[in-house]
C-alpha cells in the first residue's frame, strides 16, 4: 500500500530523474542554444523537487488527516501503467541524435504529466491543486520547448 507521502516521494523521484537526464543530456549535444535549453528545463525540474517537498512537508502523518490514507499498490500500476519515469544511464548513453534525445524526454514529460494529473484526484485544497496544476502547465511547456528542438 501507497500513503500519499510516498506517492509524493515518486513524484520527487520522477523530477530528480528529469533534472538529472536534463543535466546529463547537455554533455551531450554540441548546439549552444538546445545546451541553454536544456539548463532551464533542468532548474525547472529542480524547482519542482522543492515545491514536492514542501508539499509533503505540509502532508500530515496521520491518517485520520488524509482523506485517501492509502492506494494499493495494483491500482496505481493501473493508473501509471508501464511508465518507468526515468531514463537510466544506458538508454541515454544509446542515444545517437539530437532527435532521439528530444524524443525520450518528450516521452519522459508525457509520463510526468500523467502522474501529476492522477495525483491531483488525491489533492482536495484548492491552492495545492493550483501550484499542481502549474507545474503540469510547465511540463506541457517543456514538451512544446522541446518540439521546436526536435523538427
Known amino acids: 500500500m501507497f500513503s500519499i507521502r510516498e506517492i509524493i516521494d515518486i513524484a520527487i523521484k520522477i523530477e ?23 539548463l532551464f528545463l533542468a532548474d525547472q525540474e529542480h524547482e519542482h523537487i522543492k515545491w ?5 512537508a505540509r502532508m500530515k502523518t496521520t491518517d485520520e488527516n488524509l482523506k485517501v490514507a492509502e492506494i494499493s499498490e ?3 500500476q493501473s493508473l501509471v501503467g508501464d511508465q518507468t519515469f ?21 516521452e519522459l514529460e508525457n509520463d510526468t504529466i500523467l502522474f501529476y494529473q492522477m495525483l491531483q ?3 482536495e485544497d484548492s491552492d495545492t491543486l493550483k ?8 511540463e506541457s511547456r517543456h514538451i512544446e520547448i522541446l518540439r521546436e528542438y526536435g523538427g
Open 16 to 38: 530528480k530523474n528529469g533534472e538529472n537526464f536534463y543535466r546529463e543530456a547537455m554533455e551531450k549535444v554540441p548546439n549552444k542554444a538546445l545546451k541553454l535549453v536544456l
Open 121 to 123: 484526484t488525491f489533492i
Open 52 to 56: 514536492f517537498e514542501k508539499l509533503k
Open 74 to 76: 495494483s491500482m496505481l
Open 86 to 106: 526515468s531514463l537510466d544511464d544506458e538508454s541515454l548513453s544509446e542515444v545517437e541524435s539530437v532527435e532521439k534525445l528530444i524524443e525520450l524526454a518528450i
Open 131 to 138: 501550484e499542481l496544476d502549474e507545474i503540469i502547465a510547465e
